[in-house]
């Protein structure tokens, strides 16, 4: 599945590329209270469909910038093939010129996550997954070969953890603050930054130990969630239910340190 969606999302990113080239020209508008949009994000976004239309016609698509155009409803929706594709998860980064922005793409199946890809465009790093068959990354700036994922397998104790979240307003929302706060006492670090996707992507290599955050869409969360579990990871809703891409919120973790995520997620 990866070969049919890779020249697409490959095209995408050459979109937004150029855009970030030049960035003092971009027209930005907000989503009604939901963010900001841009040219890149209409650009990539429009790529992206067309190419998925065109290799899965019978299949649904639910993405991030036609959803609030439309004003569509998620409870509506249908899992039965179902694509959710975010065109820029981290738009307010590639507005500032931060590198840590990507293209998202995930595809349900029967309700199940089966596929997932994350592509970084200024990196050129390409994260996937396919259901049952493993967690990969491929730097394509220098063809290095495929290696799989395997940030389940790092060992740490829980002082020397680093975790990381995507959540945002803190001050209005003291829930979140609170969070941080306990989280940030029992371990090294807690960081933010801004983009779901790509930080589900480095937990699952390892770079960072977890990651949680509450009040995200589908979009943003589906290729991620994915690819960290398919790393080893565990992956679940705040509650430790089984993970739900309309749950509340989400941990993806190493499966010792979830106890952590409990004992704080669980009480707030």
């Known amino acids: 599945m990866i070969k049919k969606v890779l020249p697409y999302i490959l095209n995408a990113s050459k979109k937004i590329i150029k855009h970030h080239k030049k960035l003092s020209d971009i027209e930005i508008t907000s989503k009604q209270g939901q963010g900001v949009l841009t040219e890149a994000d209409l650009e990539s976004e429009k790529i992206l469909l067309s190419g998925l239309k065109k290799e899965f016609p019978t299949h649904e698509i639910m993405s991030e910038e036609q959803f609030y155009f439309n004003k569509e409803s998620i409870d509506e929706v249908s899992t039965n093939h179902l694509w959710l594709v975010d065109p820029i998860d981290g738009t307010n980064n590639f507005l500032s010129g931060f590198d840590h922005f990507a293209i998202s793409i995930g595809y349900v199946k029967n309700g199940n996550l089966e596929f997932g890809v994350v592509y970084q465009p200024l990196r050129s790093r390409l994260y996937w997954a396919q259901a049952d068959k493993g967690a990969f990354f491929q730097d394509l700036s ?66 960072f130990d977890g990651f949680y955050d509450s009040g995200l869409m589908p979009w943003d969360i589906a290729a991620g969630a994915l690819i960290a579990k398919e790393a080893g990871l565990s992956v679940k809703n705040y509650d430790q239910s089984a993970f739900d891409l309309f749950g509340h919120g989400i941990i993806a973790a190493r499966k010792k340190d979830i106890v952590l995520f409990k004992s704080i997620l669980g009480n707030l």
Do not use: P, W
């Open 142 to 207: 220098n063809s290095k070969r495929k290696r799989s994922l395997r940030g389940a397998h790092v060992q740490k104790r829980r002082k020397d953890l680093s975790l990381i979240t995507s959540m945002c307003k803190l001050i209005s929302n003291k829930n979140k603050l609170e969070q941080f706060y306990l989280f940030n006492e029992q371990v090294r670090s807690v960081r933010r930054l801004g983009s779901a996707a790509l930080d589900l992507c480095f937990v699952a290599d390892g770079v």
